[in-house]
C-alpha cells in the first residue's frame, strides 16, 4: 500500500524538486515551487533563470566548493544553508533577487564569495 501511494504520490508532484549527492551541474529554466530541501553538493553548479517559490522550512544547501548563480530571476522565502564555506559562491546576475525568508538575517560566512551584479539581497 505505501508503494502504491509513494507513486501516486510521485505522479502528481511535478513540482517537487530535489538535489542528491549523485546530480551533476543543473540549471533551472521553468518556474517552480519547491517543496523539499534542495543541496548542490561540492563542485556543482546550480543555475537558476526562472522563479522559484521555496515553502517554509525548506532550505537551499551549499556545500564547499558549490556554486549558486541567480541570473535573472527571484528566489522567494528561500533559506540558505552553508553546509561548507571554502569555494563557495552565490552570483547574482541581470537583475536576479534573492528574497530571503522572513525574520532572518542573511549571513555570508567567512571563505564564501557573494558577487552581485545587478541584483539584489531583499
Known sequence: MKKFLLAIMLLFATNVTTMMADDVNTVWTTRKYVYHDVYVNSGKTLRITNDINFYRGVTLNL?????????????TDVDINFIGTTGTSIQILHNGAINYVDNQDFVVPLGVTLDIDYGKIN
Open 63 to 75: 556545500s564547499s566548493g558549490s556554486k549558486l548563480i541567480v541570473d535573472g530571476a527571484t528566489l
